[in-house]
């Protein structure tokens, strides 16, 4: 499947600072789905960007797909303790729906 | 609605001992089935995925097998557990010709060989 490299790995923040982690390919994707997962938890889907250049927002995260679909970021606006796990990104439109998952963003958010 | 049930949650076994894990898919028809499994906490490994009953395809040597006896059950087996096999296994289902082709995951089965 396609790679994708994900930075930073670990990420510690203090609670209303905002956060951005990035989602890297050499190549250019058909589309990219993010995911969180919990502590302990299971991954819970988030989005999927389609679109050259496209942006969505759901409440304080904001997710882009690059002009080139080669790289795709999620930032999170004014972190809470609520947003405490991996971010991970997989790019889609793979044969039987297969997902090749980046090794993930581990946030850390300090009250 | 659709859901998805993964037991045992939690298990321990010695090594050389067999597994069982069994995932059920309710709420749909003829979905794809996935086993994924996660090391230390980070990464997930694809192991196996299913596209239908007996249809499995494996995505890396292992020591570990996995069926698909009804529409909606994937099973993740292996015959003698190496130390190796520790690890947070989850399986996931997609529905066929979705749009977005998200996956849900079940709460995943964590497996600890001695």
Redesign the interface.
Known sequence: ?QQVMQIPQYQHVQEGEDFTTYCNSSTTLS?I?W?KQRPG?????LI?LVKSGEVKKQKRLTFQFGEAKKNSSLHITATQTTDVG?Y?CAP??TS?????????T?LTVHP | SQTIHQWPATLVQPVGSPLSLECTVEGTSNPNLYWYRQAAGRGLQLLFYSVGIGQISSEVPQNLSASRPQDRQFILSSKKLLLSDSGFYLCAWRLKGASTGELFFGEGSRLTVL
């Open positions: 499947g589309n789905q995911y938890g299971h991954p819970v889907f999927q991996t991970f889609g439109g039987y729906g297969k997902l090749t998952f980046g090794q993930g581990i």
